[in-house]
C-alpha cells in the first residue's frame, strides 16, 4: 500500500489551483485499484479518480481517497489484414501514445495530438480536436466498479458517447474506474483533413501530400499558437461545450449575428455553435482579475495566472454564463469537472 496523506493536488493538475487530498493513492495495476476500492470501501471513504488533472476544477480539498490512476502498458494484442488492436494503460500520457502509435505506423489518433491527459480520461468526455473524436477510433474499455470492486468491460455502444459525453459523465459518473482501453487503429493511413485550419497550415508549410506525422506536426502548431501551455500558465482547456442549439433557437441567433461561427451537430440534429465566440463577442477575452481570467488568445479558457482559488474560477465562469445568456439567450454548459463533487 501506498497511502500519502494530506497531499497536495496543484502539482498533480493543469489549473494549478490550491487545494489538497486527504489521501492519495497511486495506482500502478488493476489489481492494486481494486486493493484500494476495497480499502476505502472498509473505511467508508468516497473515492475520487485523477488522471492527468486537465480537465478538473479544485473547489475545495477533496476528502476520502483520491486514486491516482498511473497504470502504464501499451500492448498489441491482434492484426488482422491493416487493421491492429492496441491495449493501453489507463495511465498512459494521451500525447505519448499519440506519438508512439505514429512510430509504429499505427494510425488514426494524429488528429488528436497534442490533447493533454491520460488515457483512462480519455473515453470520459469522448476527447475531439480538429474533426475527429475518440470513438472513431475506439474499441473497448475495462474498468472496475467502484462500489464492488468487480471487473466489467464496456463495448464502444455501451459507452453512450457524444460530443463531449459519455455515459461515464452521466449515469455511471464516479460509478468506475478505467483501467485499460483499447483501440482499433490502421497501418494504412486515412488522413482526415476537413478541418480548414489544417489545410491552411500543411499549405503553409508547403506539404502536398502530407503523411499521418505531417498532419500531426501541423495540429500541433495550430493548438500551440491558440492555447495555454499548462506548464506555463493554469488552464484546463475549453472550460465551456460547444452549445448545440435546435433550428429555431439558431435561426433567432444567425438572424442578430449572420457572422457567428458554428458547424452541424454530429448525428445531424441541430447546429454547433462557438462558444469561444459568444463569448469573445461579449468583451470577455483578455479579462483579467489579477488571479485569473480568460485566456487572451482563446476566450473559451479560464486561466489561473497565480493564487486563483477555484471558487473564484467558478465566480468568474458563471459570470460569463450569465452575460452570454443576456445578450444572446445561449446557455453554456461547463465541459471541465468540478471537484468535489456537490
Ligand atoms: P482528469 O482531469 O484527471 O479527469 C477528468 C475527469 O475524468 C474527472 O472527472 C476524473 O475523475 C475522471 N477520470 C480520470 N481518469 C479516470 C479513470 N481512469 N477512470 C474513471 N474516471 C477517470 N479535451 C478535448 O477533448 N479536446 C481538446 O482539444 C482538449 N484540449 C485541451 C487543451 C489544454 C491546454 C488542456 C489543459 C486541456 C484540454 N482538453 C481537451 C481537456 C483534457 O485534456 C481532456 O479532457 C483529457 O482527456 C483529460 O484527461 P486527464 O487524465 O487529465 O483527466
Ligand atoms: N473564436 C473567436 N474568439 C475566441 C475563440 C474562438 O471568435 O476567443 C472563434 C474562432 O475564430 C473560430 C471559432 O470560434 O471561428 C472556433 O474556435 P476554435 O477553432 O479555436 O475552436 P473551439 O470551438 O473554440 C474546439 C474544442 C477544442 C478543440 C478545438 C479544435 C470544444 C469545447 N472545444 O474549440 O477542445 O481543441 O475545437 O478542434 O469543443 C477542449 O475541449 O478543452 C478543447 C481545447
Known amino acids: 500500500m501506498s497511502l500519502l496523506r494530506d497531499h497536495p493536488l496543484a502539482p ?24 484500494a476500492l476495497g480499502h476505502a470501501r472498509s473505511e467508508g471513504w468516497p473515492i475520487t479518480v485523477l488522471g492527468g488533472g486537465s480537465n478538473v476544477l479544485l ?3 477533496l476528502e476520502g481517497l483520491v486514486l491516482h490512476n498511473c497504470i502504464r502498458g501499451i500492448e498489441l494484442i491482434k492484426e488482422e489484414g491493416e487493421d491492429v488492436w492496441i491495449r493501453v494503460g489507463a495511465g498512459e500520457s494521451w500525447h505519448g501514445l499519440v506519438m508512439q502509435t505514429l512510430d509504429e ?22 476527447i475531439g480536436a480538429y474533426g475527429i473524436e475518440l470513438e472513431a477510433r475506439f474499441h473497448a474499455l475495462d474498468a472496475v466498479e467502484v462500489k464492488t470492486g468487480a471487473m466489467r468491460s464496456f463495448s464502444h455502444s455501451e459507452c453512450e458517447f457524444g460530443y463531449r459525453e459519455s455515459v461515464f459523465k452521466r449515469e455511471l459518473k464516479g460509478a468506475y474506474v478505467i483501467t485499460h482501453v483499447t483501440f482499433r487503429l490502421s497501418r494504412r493511413p486515412e488522413l482526415h483533413l476537413d ?9 503553409r508549410a508547403g506539404i502536398e501530400a502530407p503523411s499521418p506525422k505531417d498532419v500531426s506536426d501541423a495540429v500541433i502548431r495550430i493548438r500551440k499558437s491558440k492555447l495555454p501551455d499548462p506548464a506555463e500558465v493554469g488552464n484546463a482547456g475549453s472550460f465551456f461545450k460547444n452549445p448545440v442549439l435546435d433550428d429555431a433557437q439558431f435561426a433567432k441567433l444567425k438572424l442578430a449575428h449572420p457572422e457567428v461561427p458554428h458547424y452541424p451537430a454530429a448525428g445531424g440534429a441541430g447546429t454547433k455553435v462557438a462558444a469561444g465566440w459568444l463569448i469573445d463577442r ?7 482579475r489579477q488571479t485569473h481570467g480568460v485566456h487572451d488568445r482563446q476566450a473559451l479558457v479560464l486561466v489561473n495566472h497565480g493564487g486563483a482559488t477555484g471558487s473564484e474560477v467558478l ?19 461547463r465541459e471541465v469537472n468540478v471537484l468535489p463533487l456537490p
Open 105 to 126: 505506423g499505427w494510425f488514426g489518433l494524429e488528429n488528436l495530438s497534442l490533447i493533454p491527459g491520460s488515457v483512462g480520461a480519455s473515453p470520459m468526455q469522448n
Open 12 to 35: 498533480l493538475t493543469t489549473f494549478g489551483l490550491q487545494a489538497s487530498a486527504k489521501r492519495l493513492w497511486s495506482c500502478s495495476s488493476q489489481q492494486e485499484v481494486q486493493e
Open 315 to 333: 465566480k468568474l465562469a458563471e459570470d460569463i454564463q450569465s452575460d452570454v445568456l443576456a445578450k444572446f439567450g445561449v446557455s453554456l454548459e
Open 282 to 288: 461579449s468583451g470577455w477575452k483578455g479579462h483579467n
Open 59 to 61: 473547489t475545495g480539498d
Open 195 to 203: 478541418y480548414g485550419a489544417i489545410r491552411e497550415e500543411l499549405e
